[in-house]
């Protein structure tokens, strides 16, 4: 008769095991117990019962010795009414002489006699269950992690979607073509920042994906802060971001002290600072301006490098009738009109500009 073949390794499954819970962090009880389940889910399907109640079976895992063990507990009697809980004396003492009515027997169940339909039952619920619980944790570490900025590696290109490794390549990690700086180069080995935006469970209990951004306005919000240590002190708060992804942004910065400078602390000694935001963006520009309650006045700031000189407000529209020098005209408006669009974005009011002489 051929030889039964071995198909439950619990030697390799408590090296997996070992593996999940440093990798993972998944604890060792959970698997453990979704591995007892899965397998008095098997020996019922092996011993054909329906019975939801096996509370006379026990499995016995020992992962020092690395041996995981069935047993079932009958009460010894002299007259058995059922044998999936009772056992006859007779029986009983053919096992061990010195049992007496009314002790309980453990039986054991071979573990090599189950067969190859119950232990791919226990494989595949083991496996399912340990999926499901990764899934879990990298969805709810991730997830935590949402409006942060990670570092990671660029790996292909797929359907115009940048598909990134971050953090070891435990999750796969999506930068949307709409999300991507227009005219930046994605290659295969690049090192980059990203902002994270969200985190899905796709369908078909697949690995969750992390939505990744190079254009969202607090991927510059995030870089500021890990340059700028009185943004991390909230001595200095960053009121508003107005951003072209890839071209040029506007910070609006508020300093809590009358001791600190808001925009000479975000630009750095030498710049330095913003130079360190900067080398992450690909060469867009960053202008920071000082937030003030002074709507008037905030927008003055907003558009600058251009001089006002006069300013009227509509209230009632938001809407600012502003007068620049002629010679800075063209300066104010900028190129395409991106300095006063950029103004206006960032201080939410309409802006009218005109030259005078």
């Known amino acids: 008769m051929p030889k039964k073949e071995q198909t439950l390794d619990f030697q390799e499954l408590f090296s997996a095991i070992d593996e999940l819970e440093r990798e993972y ?31 006379n079976v026990k499995v016995s895992i020992d992962p020092e010795k690395g041996s995981v063990k069935i047993y079932e507990y009958r009460k010894v009697v002299e007259n058995v009414k059922d044998r999936k809980s009772e056992i006859s004396l007779e029986d009983a003492q053919k096992i061990d002489k010195r049992y007496k009515v009314g002790d ?47 570092t990671g590696v660029v790996q292909r290109i797929d359907k115009k979607n940048v598909i990134v490794e971050i953090e070891g390549g ?47 306005p607090n991927l510059i ?9 009185e943004i991390q002190e909230g001595i200095i708060e960053i009121k508003a ?3 072209e992804a890839g071209s040029r942004s506007k910070v609006a910065v508020y300093s809590n002290s009358l001791k600190v400078d808001p925009v000479g602390a975000c630009i750095g000694e030498k710049g330095i600072r913003i130079q360190n935001v900067l080398k992450h963006l690909n060469g867009e520009k960053i202008d920071i301006v000082k937030w003030s309650s002074d709507i008037g006045e905030f927008i003055k700031n907003a558009l600058s490098p ?39 974005k960032l201080t939410g009011w309409k802006i009218d500009i005109k030259g005078k002489d």
């Open 25 to 55: 962090k998944i604890e060792k009880d959970y698997v453990y117990s979704v591995l007892e389940s899965a397998l008095l889910t098997a020996y019922k399907q092996v011993k054909g019962i329906k019975d939801k109640n096996l509370s």
């Open 104 to 150: 309980i027997v453990a039986i054991e169940v071979p573990i090599s006699q189950f067969s190859r339909k119950a232990a791919m039952t226990v494989r595949q619920t083991v496996i399912g269950k340990i999926r499901e619980k990764r899934r879990s944790i990298i969805f709810e570490d991730y997830s935590s992690k949402v409006d942060n900025i990670v």
């Open 170 to 216: 435990k999750v796969e990690a999506i930068l949307p073509m709409e999300e991507q700086i227009p005219g930046e180069e994605y290659k295969p080995g690049v090192m980059m920042k990203f902002y994270i935006t969200e985190v899905r469970i796709p369908p078909k209990e697949k690995e969750p994906i992390v939505y990744l951004s190079r254009t969202h």
């Open 221 to 229: 919000k995030r870089l500021m802060e890990n340059e700028v240590p």
């Open 241 to 243: 971001i107005a951003r």
């Open 306 to 344: 251009a001089e006002v000189v006069h300013i009227d407000l509509n209230l009632i529209e938001k809407k600012a009738f502003v007068l620049v020098p002629n010679s800075q005209l063209s300066l104010a408006i900028g190129k395409g009109g991106q300095n006063a669009r950029l103004a206006a």
